[in-house]
Every structure is written in structure tokens, then in C-alpha cells.
């Protein structure tokens, strides 16, 4: 606490003219200055343990970040989607595919994902990742019944019943998207994945590598954790490996996109379960990209 100040006069000297009212106003100054440069300290606490790691329950974690961010202005329009979703840079790619069977570094099958139990039965068969049995991004000897763009990321937002508890929060697109306690709102979400000056697009199909629970990577700003496949965040399907050009293992770029920035490419041909594929069985138009996009399209 600040001592108070005191005042002390001379015998037989008359205080200067003004020199009152100077005095006391420097300790009115004082005085705001204190009050106004301590008030910001009450939400430091908050702050802080927002930049800590824990354990607790992602519900905790929401209360606290609902409170210290109360104090930041809401934006007053809404982001653009290149704001929104932005580029997540350098991250290792691995390559999986339907009906792969488990090995040292990936010890689950992929003859079910996350979100679908019989993956390799909807998709009408084994995605075979060898290149002599492919042509044209599907494999040759059968025409996929799901898009051959696909890829996985670590989190799923589905629980043994219902949705995770932090779901609603975390995925923004969760309450346009929600159809239900049974339906995942991440299933058949686009993504763009770029290499050098190459774009792919794929439809989010199954959760990981590794992890399913790592949505401060996948919706925030995490760096994807440590784990066999030199800290793999993304696996791609043999049909986005061949139209990037990548190695088993490479690293690529990506980010979400809404449907509307997605151009046509060999992504758009084959799927029930593909944006493309459903608009046009309804009559839907279907969206009309620019020569810059379409050039991207080799």
C-alpha cells in the first residue's frame, strides 16, 4: 500500500501560490493511477491458467475459457473462411486406406472406422494402395460406392452414447451439422490438403492416426502429439497420395473448407456419401469454380 503523503511546513515561509492545489492534484492523479492499473490484475489469474495443460474435464475448461473471454470484444462480422479455418502447416502425412490390415504402426484395422462398422462393406472393397491395381484414383477391379478422397484426423466427436461432452463447443460447425445423438457432426466433412502448388479435396472419414480425442489440434492451435509415425496429424487415402504426389510418408498442409470452396476435381465422380454425387442425384447445382481453381486440377 502506498504510504500517504505528508506536508510539512516552515516557520515563517508562506507557502508559493499554487502550490496547494498542484499537491493535491498529483495525489488525486496518483490515486486513479493506482486504481485504474489494478483492475486488469483481478482477470490475470484466469489468463494464466488458461495457458496450462490439466486434466480436468473439457467442461472445466470451457467454463474458464467462457469467463476470461468475456472481456474481448465480439468480432461484429463474421470471419471469412480462410479466418475461420485456417492453415494448419508441416504436418506429417501417412497413408491408410479401407480394409488395410494392422501392423507395427498402425495396430487397427481399418475394416471399420469410427463412424461406420462395416467401412470396407460400404465402400464396396479393399481400397488396394498399390498403384499397379489402381488407375484413375480407385482401384481397378471395382468402382468405390463412397468417395476415394478420404482422410482421418485424431478426434471424434461421437461417444458410446451421444456426443462427447465437449463436442457442441468445440467443432464449430456442430449445431448447423447436428442431426441427432447418433450421428456424428465430423462424418463427410471437407478438407482441403495441399503439397508444393497441388490442392486435394477429401471427405473426413475416420478418426486419427492414434488419437481420437485431440480436438485442441484439430479445432485449435496444438501441434499434433508424439507417436509411431514420427508424429503423424493426418492420414490421406491412396487416391489423395497419388494426386499430391506424396510418399508414404510426407508432409502436407490442410485446413476444413466449407462445401461451397471445394472445385470440381476426380473428387466429385464416385459416392453416396459425396457432396457432389448427392446434389446432382437431387438436381442440385453444383458448384462453378474459377480457371485459377481449375487449374489446379491436372
Request: hydrophobic fraction near 30%.
Amino acid at each position: 500500500m502506498r504510504k500517504k503523503a505528508s506536508f510539512t511546513t516552515t516557520p515563517k515561509k508562506r507557502m508559493k501560490p499554487g502550490t496547494l492545489t498542484h499537491t493535491l492534484a498529483v495525489i488525486i492523479s496518483s490515486i486513479t493511477s493506482f486504481f485504474t492499473h489494478s483492475a486488469p490484475a483481478k482477470i490475470l489469474p484466469a489468463k494464466e491458467k488458461m495457458s496450462k495443460k490439466s486434466d480436468r474435464a473439457s467442461e472445466d475448461s470451457f467454463s474458464l475459457l467462457q469467463t476470461t473471454t468475456a472481456f474481448v470484444p465480439a468480432r461484429e462480422d463474421p470471419p471469412r473462411h480462410a479466418e475461420r479455418y485456417p492453415w494448419k502447416k508441416e504436418i506429417v502425412t501417412t497413408v491408410f486406406w479401407i480394409g488395410e490390415q494392422p501392423s507395427a504402426n498402425n495396430p487397427v484395422p481399418n475394416r471399420s472406422s469410427s463412424w461406420d462398422k462395416n467401412w470396407t462393406h460400404s465402400y464396396g472393397g479393399f481400397d488396394n494402395p498399390d498403384r499397379a491395381h489402381r488407375t484413375s484414383y480407385i482401384p481397378v477391379n471395382f468402382t468405390p460406392r463412397q468417395n476415394p478422397f478420404y482422410c482421418a484426423l485424431p478426434y471424434n466427436d461421437k461417444a458410446s452414447s451421444g456426443h462427447r461432452p465437449e463436442a457442441p463447443q468445440v467443432v464449430p460447425w456442430f449445431k448447423d451439422a447436428y442431426q441427432g445423438p447418433a450421428v456424428s457432426t465430423c462424418k463427410g466433412r471437407w478438407v482441403a490438403i495441399r503439397k508444393g502448388n497441388r490442392v486435394a479435396y477429401a471427405q473426413w472419414e475416420d478418426a486419427g492416426p492414434f488419437r481420437t480425442d485431440h480436438w485442441q489440434y484439430v479445432f485449435g492451435n496444438e501441434r499434433p502429439k508424439p507417436n509411431l509415425n514420427k508424429g503423424a496429424g493426418l492420414d490421406v487415402s491412396p487416391a489423395v497420395r497419388d494426386f499430391l504426389e506424396l510418399g508414404d510418408t510426407d508432409v502436407t498442409d490442410w485446413r476444413f473448407v466449407e462445401f461451397e470452396e471445394v472445385p470440381h476435381g476426380p473428387w466429385a465422380q464416385y459416392g453416396d456419401n459425396n457432396t457432389f454425387v448427392i446434389n446432382q442425384r437431387q438436381g442440385g447445382s453444383q458448384t462453378v469454380r474459377s480457371r485459377a481453381n481449375a487449374d489446379l486440377i491436372r
